[in-house]
């Protein structure tokens, strides 16, 4: 006889691992950005972090020139896309230094419970025709 799984008591299972799990390794990560010390170094090219703004400037002039301009938009747009990949691009994350119990914990903490959610939400052994 096979045991009858409960998958609300499986989804909030993993729902806590996975929170808790997440929050103890946010708690321990630091981030910081050096956007904003002036350069920006992507793959060894390195541009100063102001001239990243002159696509979205010359689209926001184009704009108010011509409003209904689609390549104006596009220029802004991509102005906009530009400045924030660049943020992304110069964010660092560290952790300190933490035990090997601690990462273990964080690790499993996290994708056991995304394992977990994934069987509640998406697993088998849902029989359709049950009387």
């Known amino acids: 006889m096979k045991k009858e799984r409960n998958e609300l008591l499986e989804f909030l299972g993993g729902l806590a691992m996975l929170v808790v799990g997440l929050y103890l390794f946010t708690s321990k990560a630091t981030v910081q950005t050096s956007f904003f010390s002036g350069t920006l170094s992507l793959h060894g090219f390195s541009i100063n972090s102001g001239l990243v703004i002159i696509p979205f400037i010359i689209g926001i002039v184009w704009l108010f020139v011509k ?8 220029v802004t747009g991509a102005g906009v ?8 691009a110069s964010t660092t994350i560290r952790l300190p230094k933490i035990t090997l119990y601690e990462w273990i914990l964080y690790l499993v903490l996290i994708f056991g419970g995304a394992g977990l959610l994934a069987r509640a939400l998406f697993g088998g052994d849902k029989k359709e025709g049950k009387k």
């Open 81 to 88: 896309l530009i400045i924030i990949v660049s943020v992304i």
């Open 67 to 74: 409003p209904s301009s689609f390549g104006a938009k596009i």
